[in-house]
């Protein structure tokens, strides 16, 4: 029989585990979004373990980059919600949204659980602010208006221990909390879209405009700096 593979990756942690003292109402809210997202994600353990390490890792951005931990580690539970759902119903559920992302759907379908559960989850969690439904829709493309909510989740997602090291991830861990959340956010960005390129996978178009508005805007800010300095 074939021994299997055993992996000589080194996993990655934050150096310390932010404390963070949240209300009583904030807790019975986080213990209750991961209890259900353990329940919904119980077929497919590693995705669980997974959205457990980026709840964790978004907290701990959060506190570094001074965003609210409570939203961002909810954010991290509930964002890969429906990776469960199989790829046809997930079309349809996109469709049935009227989600168009100027292509046909199937050639973006890796792009569509987190807008699916944007629009599907403020149903059941009435009391979460859009805020967390905005980072959830857009942690797998990322966007032109992007929040610092918005960044932790993508960053979290892209950096969460459990995620096998490559150049670029570990380049980005290296870079927590001594760049800005901007900059963390733009190395994970184009570490993506290398990714991509490299891989020789397919580049949802919109990507390119979101990165050139992403670039236009950095220029400026840069600029204006410069031009304060
Ligand atoms: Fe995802
Ligand atoms: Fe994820």
Redesign the pocket.
């Known amino acids: 029989m074939k021994k299997k593979e055993k992996h000589s990756v080194e996993l990655w942690r934050p150096k310390q585990r932010p404390a963070v003292k949240y209300e009583p109402w904030q807790n019975l809210t986080l213990m209750r979004l991961e209890a259900d997202t353990r329940t919904q994600l119980a077929s497919k353990k590693h995705r669980l373990e997974h959205s457990l390490s980026v709840a964790s890792m978004a907290e701990h951005l959060a506190i570094i980059y001074d965003v609210d931990p409570f939203l961002a580690r909810a954010a991290g539970y509930l964002?890969?919600w429906d990776?469960v759902v199989p790829t046809q119903e997930l079309i349809r559920r996109a469709q049935r949204f009227g989600i168009d992302l100027g292509v046909p759907l199937e050639s973006v379908e890796p792009l569509l659980?987190?807008m699916v559960a944007a629009r599907e989850l403020p149903e059941r969690y009435p009391h979460l602010p859009s805020e967390v439904w905005h980072a959830i829709a857009c942690?797998?493309s990322a966007a032109e208006d992007m929040s610092p909510l918005d960044m932790v989740l993508f960053v979290a997602?892209g950096i969460e221990p459990l995620r096998r090291a490559s150049e670029g991830i570990q380049q980005t861990r290296d870079l927590v909390g001594r760049v800005s959340l901007e900059d963390l956010f733009w190395n994970a960005f184009v570490g993506g879209l290398v990714y991509v390129l490299e891989g020789g996978r397919y580049l949802y178009p919109r990507a390119i405009d979101i990165y050139n508005s992403l670039a236009l805007d950095r220029s400026k800010t840069k600029s204006l700096g410069e031009r304060r300095a």
């Open positions: 964002h890969d990776k659980h987190g942690h797998t997602d």
